[in-house]
């Protein structure tokens, strides 16, 4: 089934993306903050830090963020972290109720100890802002080189749902100073994801702490 998907930001890992859900069959549409970017892009069908991976003739890019955020199944947000605040609140009057919308940024806001999706909802929640949108986040392990090529992968996608955070805020009531770790795990395969649940105060030094350790991937989901 063809999907109308719209990426805002144009790096390597957004073109990745972009290009690789272009030839699974789906209508992409690029859209970056930097007008000579997209000149570039969507004149030499190349990018720059990505060698040997050709840009469908088919993947359309847009100067205009207007443009890339109307009539889209699917929003992927690709922009670097510290520009997902500021691209938001560009994007918010033009994104609809309703809206998919997929943050593949990483990384925690340093003022407030949002993590990425928290920065999206934080912005769309303000005056204005469309409603029911469904925000969820794709992580890794990968890479935008080694998906640019076609090289087997994995990628996980987190849904934070109401019942998660009454849980966790429970959690987080009953023990302040204690991470609650869940894995998830089948006889023929160990946990690659550990999902915390912890007071916000503590989730960048949680963070610092334990980290990426033994190639188990840490998702930290911090409380108010």
Not at 22 to 41: C, K
Request: neutral net charge; aromatic residues 6%; proline residues 7%.
């Amino acid at each position: 089934m063809k999907h109308k998907i719209g990426v805002l930001g144009a790096g390597t890992w957004g073109m990745a993306l972009a290009r690789m859900l272009t030839v699974s069959g789906n209508e992409v549409q690029v859209w970056s903050a930097l007008p000579a970017e997209v000149d570039s892009l969507s004149t030499t069908r190349v990018h720059p830090n990505l060698p040997g991976m050709k840009i469908p003739a088919e993947l359309q890019f847009t100067k205009s963020i207007e443009e890339v955020c109307t009539g889209k199944d699917v929003l992927l947000f690709a922009v670097p972290s510290v520009f997902v605040r500021s691209t938001t609140a560009k994007a918010r009057p033009y994104i609809p109720d309703g809206q998919i919308l997929v943050d593949v940024a990483k990384g925690m806001e340093p003022d407030t100890l949002y993590t990425m999706t928290e920065v999206i909802a934080d912005e769309l929640n303000r005056e204005g802002g469309p409603k029911g949108v469904k925000l969820v986040a794709l992580s890794g392990p990968t890479h935008a080189e080694e998906v640019a090529l076609d090289m087997p992968t994995t990628a996980k996608i987190w849904k934070i749902t109401l019942a998660m955070l009454l849980a966790a805020m429970t959690v987080a009531l009953m023990w302040p100073s204690t991470a609650v770790c869940a894995a998830c795990a089948t006889p023929h395969s160990r946990p690659r994801s550990l999902l915390f649940f912890l007071p916000r105060r503590a989730a960048g030094a949680a963070e610092r702490e334990v980290g990426f350790r033994r190639g188990v991937e840490l998702v930290l989901v911090a409380m108010h």
